[in-house]
């Protein structure tokens, strides 16, 4: 069966996206499973639409940077992917970041075309109800942290046995999982990457300071 033309030319894009040299047309044709007639044809749609592909039959074909790719193209396991992602969100994650995944589902859905957006609506995959202790801490304030770099004064931490102490940590990462919310940090108390559920903590204040180590640093650390 031959790809509907939308996901042929999405596959086609991400092909030339991860060769930095030029292909030649019988390559390209050979991994996306379709004829040299199409491929020569949907190269000549892409151009048409703005794609900056170089080349020609015989000799190769290369993409140039600064394409990008229309919210149409998405393919229909992206759209479904992106549907499930984002009700997860809606539903696991904190109030600012629920609200962003609702708007960002409805600006998806705006500019797809009719039968697309007809898929996320009837969506069959579905996000079970989120179940876990409450927080007594704005969790955007960690979001916000991690993005600013910004040192944080966790107040009255307890851990598993129930000790309570007050910790300086550089956060980077924050981890949702089915039942609780990790702020992954260096923790200047015990100079060591350490693990914070961020139930167990009991307040959040800014220390007044940023860490200067990358954020990518610190997470391949």
């Not at 991860?18 to 390559?27: D, K, L, M, N």
């Not at 609780?180 to 307040?203: K, M, P, S, Y």
Request: with cysteine.
């Amino acid at each position: 069966m031959t790809a509907p033309r939308a996901e042929r030319l999405l596959a086609l894009l991400q092909v030339l996206r991860r060769h930095r040299r030029p292909v030649t047309g019988a390559a390209l044709a050979a991994e996306l499973g379709t004829s040299l007639r199409t491929l020569y044809r949907d190269i000549a749609s892409l151009q048409a639409q703005g794609a900056d592909i170089e080349g020609e039959a015989g000799i190769g074909y290369v993409l140039r940077p600064g394409f990008m790719l229309p919210p149409m193209m998405f393919s229909q396991d992206e759209i479904e992917a992106l549907a499930l992602g984002i009700r997860w969100v809606g539903r696991s994650g904190d109030p600012g970041l629920a609200r962003a995944a609702v708007n960002a589902l409805a600006r998806i859905a705006a500019v797809l075309p009719a039968e697309l957006r007809e898929e996320v609506d009837a969506s069959t995959l579905l996000v079970g109800p989120a179940k876990g202790e409450p927080e007594g801490i704005d969790i955007a304030l960690l979001r916000a942290a991690i993005r600013e770099r910004e040192v944080l004064h966790l107040i009255a931490y307890e851990d598993e046995a129930g000790r309570a102490s007050d910790r300086c940590v550089w956060p980077f990462a924050l981890g949702f999982f089915e039942r609780v919310r990790v702020l992954v940090a260096w923790c200047e108390l015990r100079q060591d990457f350490r693990h914070f559920r961020t139930d167990r903590i009991g307040a959040v204040e800014p220390a007044g300071r940023r860490y200067r180590t990358s954020r990518a640093a610190l997470l391949k650390q």
